[in-house]
């Protein structure tokens, strides 16, 4: 979905054709109407099947439809506002028609307001033209409260189905208390209820009426996101797990931190999970995409080539990620829209984006957590992409012992638990055939030495990082022969650092596949 740039015309492309667009006066319409708006939210299957909503021309109240597509360009209309509800009694009359999903064999939608009789029927979807739930009549199984209740409304865009319509994700409220009726609901059992932890979750933490950015991959897998009802910290969670949090690192032992909306979580079939949302530090820089909690895909300010060079000489820069244009496939691209700027600031319009993740940077934690320093806390050791002369990846830590000095190390393969030494453990290969080396020396860019702040945070020293913080991996290792790191090579790290009263300890390790 997208628009003429010079006419504003609303388009649906489909393998780079125009299938669909506002204005004109397409067959698949009522006689004498044309879409006037078509609504962001498309319904896509496996075989290029697709739906959309919209509003139709004209004086008529009667303008919102939902449509069906087959991938060849033939589109029929599957509701008409105004008219009887497919799979519905007679004399139920379709209102407000949005939220589209498509499936293998057929469409669902939302319906709000539906008028005739029976009365007291508001809301229901349907799903392959039967009526999936409806307000007022049906009731989610396993409601946290002791009485059960029935549907109240839904939320529009708070549905999706797998491939197959046997499993689904519904968000909406109940007919009970206030202060505990918004719920989502996975395969028609509560998963989350506000007022409750999450189950499994921080049994202090209870959860508020924000739940938003609900998803569902082809194979059932779910993920939404929310807020906590002490002081509304958001989390997202993941098949019911909880995976970020606002004010925790996006990734592990990053300086970075996430802040309260989050405007991405999708997953793919294959376990791989999306989180997108605002973090600290500069306004231009503060929006981010992470891969399963520990690689960075893409940054607000990240440059773009959009020439496809393989040069960043375009003077083109992300600017912002919309609120769910992302979706993950099994075999790691990344769908993404958003707005691009230049240097200056300058809006240079909307993008749509297929970014190949499997061609980014991975990052794997091994010995974590580490034992813990005299802080009580264990150090925290992560890498994020950079974008420079170095390897392109930075190692940032913190929880360490403030005001300590350390530095990193790096090797040839990991050894979990690790050799006990000092307070810690070094997880770093010592066998035969592998080798260590320690960037504590000066020249070459192979000096990483720093100090913990009062935060934790550990401060590079010795001007090996662009931003200040941690240490910008050089090309070149510190190792015999002055070999160097090479595109598709997995090399392992591990911070190192004295403590209190003299001891020294470890960082958890880090392995990175360049």
Not at 230 to 250: C, F, M, Q, S
Request: aromatic share 10%; charged share 15%; net charge negative.
């Amino acid at each position: 979905m997208g628009y003429d740039h010079l006419s504003e015309v609303g388009l649906i492309l489909v393998d780079g054709n125009v299938v669909a667009q506002t204005g004109g006066a397409p067959v698949w319409a009522p006689a004498g109407r044309a879409p006037e708006y078509i609504q962001q939210r498309l319904g896509v299957n496996d075989s290029g099947g697709f739906t959309f909503s919209g509003e139709m021309d004209g004086l008529d109240p009667n303008d919102e439809f939902v449509a069906v597509g087959d991938g060849l360009g033939n589109i029929t209309l599957e509701a008409m506002e105004g008219t009887q509800v497919n799979g519905g009694f007679p004399g139920w009359i379709s209102r407000d028609l949005n939220s589209p999903v498509r499936t293998a064999t057929g469409v669902g939608y939302h319906l709000d307001n539906t008028g005739g009789l029976p009365q007291g029927l508001r809301e229901m979807i349907l799903v392959n033209g039967t009526v999936a739930v409806q307000s007022g009549v049906d009731a989610p199984l396993g409601q946290f409260t002791s009485t059960p209740q029935y549907w109240n409304n839904f939320v529009g865009n708070g549905f999706f189905f797998s491939a197959d319509a046997t499993k689904h994700t519904m968000l909406g409220d109940l007919e009970g208390p206030n202060e505990s009726d918004r719920v989502f609901v996975v395969n028609g059992t509560v998963a989350i209820q506000e007022s409750y932890p999450i189950p499994g979750g921080d049994p202090l933490k209870l959860v508020s009426n924000r739940m938003y950015q609900p998803f569902m991959a082809d194979n059932g897998d779910w993920m939404v996101a929310g807020g906590y009802q002490d002081g509304e910290v958001d989390w997202v969670a993941y098949n019911g797990v909880e995976v970020a949090r606002e004010h925790d690192p996006i990734l592990p032992g990053s300086s970075t931190h996430y802040l309260d909306v989050f405007s991405n979580a999708a997953c793919n079939q294959v376990g791989d999970y999306v989180v997108g949302g605002r973090v600290d530090g500069p306004a231009n820089t503060n929006s981010v995409l992470v891969l399963n909690g520990r690689t960075l895909i893409c940054r607000e300010g990240d440059p773009v080539d959009l020439d496809g060079n393989g040069l960043f000489d375009d003077d083109v820069y992300f600017s912002q990620f919309r609120s769910g244009g992302a979706n993950l496939t099994d075999d790691l691209r990344l769908f993404l829209s958003g707005n691009l700027r230049n240097s200056s600031g300058t809006d240079l319009g909307g993008f749509l984006a297929l970014i190949d993740v499997a061609g980014i940077i991975q990052f794997e934690a091994f010995c974590d957590p580490m034992n813990p320093n005299s802080s009580g806390l264990s150090t925290s050791l992560g890498g994020t992409p950079i974008v420079g002369p170095s390897s392109g990846v930075r190692l940032e830590m913190d929880q360490g012992p403030a005001q300590q000095f350390g530095y990193f190390l790096v090797g040839t393969a990991s050894n979990a638990p690790g050799l006990v030494l000092g307070s810690g453990r070094l997880c770093l290969a010592l066998t035969p055939g592998n080798v260590i080396g320690r960037y504590n020396v000066a020249g070459g860019g192979h000096n990483s030495i720093g100090l913990f702040d009062n935060a934790g945070v550990f401060q590079n020293l010795a001007g090996s990082s662009a931003s200040g913080l941690g240490f910008d991996i050089p090309t070149a290792l510190p190792l015999s022969g002055a070999p160097s790191i090479q595109p598709g090579q997995t090399w392992y790290f591990q911070g190192w650092h004295r403590d209190i009263g003299g001891a020294s300890n470890f960082s958890n390790g880090l392995s990175v596949t360049f």
